[in-house]
């Protein structure tokens, strides 16, 4: 896994907090794109959001998500950042790997501890090995070295990078790293007025059954807003930590994020969320979780403590695709699994990981299935996307 435009003046080092590292530097790295005061292509590699996770004491002891961050310098200049952790389980993680763990440990080896280059708790893609520009090439590699040798001097399994880009994994992929292929289902906005124009791409029946849904939600007897920055008031988050607890008590049985994460999110991300909330008779029932991008938004969490006919399609896929059409945003992705998305106009695409496992034996029978499984979701896809919502003479525009 070497690299000849590495000089040899690069050093990687690990650090165990974020507060060993300047937030302007850190950020130089992991989105150049928003110095100019823009907003980053995502904010979950950004300097503030793992610093909440860190801070709110949602990774670090006692969470199986140990901070282990790594940053490239040239000489004095840090060119390179990577979001790594020690992980003694699985859980968090999205594209799951608990049957290659019980695999490993079935033939006798020890598969936790292991690292994970990722953004905790978020299925979204994006950049996980964070270069300044001009040195993509080397910083990658450097990156990619330093953890595949800390893995080796501590005798760990593996080492998994999730929800990289594309051109990450095939990178990746060429300096000898396992490449995986999974899927997720996201909404393209095809330069879209308004909501109505992207009814109008839909068959006659979902079209009408979007429409009845949008209705029956509307009906429940309170008012939908769509909060971001200032308009988000302490008071929000009460509510939503409820409807988050009640949400993650039934998904994974004990919520990853703490109280605190929200607390900080409303100093420090405030002006990257757009927060939706469902009111009635001036109760909180029910609200969404998204996170805005350059170009792209993010669905992360939902929660109600009243059920409603449609609310939740309403206020996690609707009111989404509504404020991404608003802002001109070319996305939405709306989280991990959920086939029941595709009704709704999101439809499935490519999600990519990288993997290092030690065990040269144990990684050639991984590639194996690894390969078959790129062939059955590429297949899948293809299956699912004719299954899409659109009419037919809009189908192509949508493959």
């Not at 399994?157 to 594309?166: I, R």
């Not at 990178?171 to 909501?195: C, P, S």
């Not at 849904?213 to 909060?227: K, V």
């Not at 990981?353 to 194996?368: C, E, K, N, T, Y």
Request: aromatic share 12%; glycine share 10%.
């Amino acid at each position: 896994m070497t690299d000849q435009s590495q000089t040899p003046t690069l050093t990687v080092e690990v650090l165990s907090s974020l507060d060993q590292i300047a937030a302007a530097t850190w950020d130089a790295c992991a989105c150049p794109e928003a110095a100019d005061g823009g907003r980053p292509n995502d904010p979950f590699t950004t300097h503030r959001f793992l610093k909440a996770l860190e801070d709110s004491g949602s990774v670090g002891a006692g969470t199986g998500w140990d901070p282990r961050y790594l940053v490239v310098r040239d000489g004095e200049e840090t060119i390179a950042v990577a979001p790594m952790y020690g992980k003694s389980h699985s859980q968090g993680e999205y594209i799951f790997d608990f049957n290659w763990a019980h695999a490993y440990e079935g033939a006798g080896g020890r598969y936790y501890p292991k690292l994970q280059i990722a953004v905790p708790f978020t299925p979204a893609t994006g950049r996980r090995f964070l270069t300044k520009p001009g040195h993509e090439v080397a910083g990658m590699s450097a990156l990619v070295q330093g953890a595949v040798q800390l893995g080796a001097e501590n005798r760990l399994s593996s080492m998994h990078v999730t929800f990289c880009t594309e051109a990450e994994a095939i990178a990746g992929e060429k300096m000898g790293l396992l490449r995986r292929v999974t899927q997720q289902f996201h909404w393209q906005n095809h330069g879209y007025a308004d909501f109505d124009a992207f009814l109008a791409t839909l068959s006659s029946r979902k079209r009408k059954n979007i429409r009845k849904e949008r209705a029956r939600a509307q009906d429940f007897g309170g008012e939908i807003e769509m909060l971001t920055g200032d308009q988000i008031r302490p008071e929000h988050w009460d509510a939503f930590w409820v409807f988050y607890q009640d949400t993650g008590s039934r998904k994974w049985g004990t919520p990853y994020l703490t109280r605190a994460f929200f607390e900080a999110a409303h100093e420090t991300l405030r002006d990257d969320i757009a927060l939706v909330m469902c009111t009635r008779d001036g109760r909180p029932v029910a609200g969404a979780l998204n996170f805005i991008g350059r170009d792209a938004l993010y669905g992360r969490y939902w929660g109600c403590v009243e059920d409603h006919p449609c609310l939740h399609f309403e206020a996690c896929y609707y009111q989404a695709i509504d404020l991404a059409i608003a802002l001109g945003l070319a996305a939405v992705e709306a989280g991990a699994q959920g086939e029941h998305k595709l009704a709704r106009g999101y439809l499935p695409r490519q999600c990519h990981s990288l993997h290092w496992i030690a065990d040269q034996g144990f990684a050639d029978a991984v590639g194996r299935y690894l390969d078959a499984e790129r062939r059955a979701v590429d297949e899948d896809i293809e299956v699912l996307t004719a299954y899409g919502p659109f009419r037919k003479d809009r189908q192509e525009d949508h493959e």
